[in-house]
C-alpha cells in the first residue's frame, strides 16, 4: 500500500530514470548507471547516477508535496557527505526558507555542488494516480 503518496513517487522516478534524456536535456548531464532506491550510506536516494561527462554523482530527490522537514533533512545529509555531485531536488513547491537553506548549506561547505530545484508541472498528478491506480498487488 502506498504511504504518504510513495507508489506515485515512485513512479515518477521510474519515469525520469527510463527517460534519462529529459534530465538529461534539461540539466546538460550525460546520466549512466542509472539506479533507483540507491542505498547510500544511511538513506535511500530516489535516483541515482553518474554523469558521464562530469564523472560525478547526481542525486535526484522526488517529492509529490511542498518541501517539507524530512526531505530538507535528506538533502542538507546528502550535501554533508558528498565531496562534489549534482542534486536535483524535485517537489510539487518549495518554501523560500528551505530553498535558502539549502542555497546556504551548499555555499558554506565550498564543495563543487551543483543544486537544482524543479516545481513539478501539477497536470503530472492524474497520470501518475492513473498509473498506480492499474498496480496489482500479489501477496
Known amino acids: 500500500m502506498s504511504f504518504n503518496g510513495s507508489e506515485k513517487e515512485f513512479l515518477l522516478t521510474l519515469f525520469l530514470g527510463y527517460r534519462k534524456q529529459t534530465l538529461e536535456k534539461e540539466l546538460g548531464l550525460k546520466l549512466e548507471d542509472v539506479q533507483f532506491e540507491k542505498h547510500y550510506p544511511g538513506m535511500k536516494i530516489d535516483l541515482y547516477a553518474r554523469d558521464y561527462k562530469l564523472g560525478t554523482e547526481v542525486f535526484v530527490e522526488n517529492l509529490l508535496l511542498k518541501s517539507n522537514k524530512t526531505h530538507q533533512k535528506k538533502i542538507l545529509k546528502i550535501i554533508d557527505m558528498i565531496s562534489s555531485g549534482v542534486i536535483v531536488y524535485i517537489a510539487s513547491a518549495f518554501h523560500d526558507k528551505h530553498v535558502k ?37 500479489t501477496y
Open 101 to 137: 537553506e539549502l542555497q546556504d548549506a551548499v555555499k558554506k561547505s565550498g564543495k563543487p555542488i551543483t543544486l537544482y530545484f524543479a516545481e513539478l508541472n501539477p497536470n503530472i498528478f492524474e497520470p501518475l494516480q492513473r498509473c498506480k491506480s492499474q498496480i496489482e498487488y
